[in-house]
């Protein structure tokens, strides 16, 4: 891994066609743009583990009772009043 120390307004080059520019540094937090080629994907890597994360569990295999126990458990924290019943307006007949 390389560690580089960049200013504010500073840059890097990655490649031939990927530069990182520091636009600002405030506390704790850098701004940082990016130019890159639009087939290149840049992405935040808290993004990429959730999106792994993600495709993990949706991989795994419950039982389908284990599935309604788990709907069941959010359905019953849905109380609340009952939607009153629809009446409709009668029709005169001539």
């Known amino acids: ?3 580089l120390q ?3 307004g500073e840059s890097l080059v990655i490649g031939e066609d990927i530069t990182v520019r520091v636009v600002s540094v405030d506390g704790t937090r850098v701004r940082l743009a990016i130019s890159a080629p639009e087939d290149v994907s840049i ?3 808290e993004l990429v583990t959730a999106t792994a994360a ?3 569990s949706a991989m795994e ?3 389908p009772a284990e599935l309604l ?3 069941g458990g959010v359905l019953d924290k849905r109380e609340g009043p009952a ?7 009668q029709r005169k007949e001539d």
């Open 6 to 8: 960049r200013k504010a």
């Open 54 to 56: 993600n495709r993990d």
């Open 61 to 63: 295999e419950s039982a």
């Open 1 to 3: 891994m390389l560690i």
């Open 43 to 45: 992405l935040r890597s």
């Open 69 to 71: 126990g788990l709907l």
């Open 83 to 89: 939607c009153p019943p629809q009446t409709h307006p």
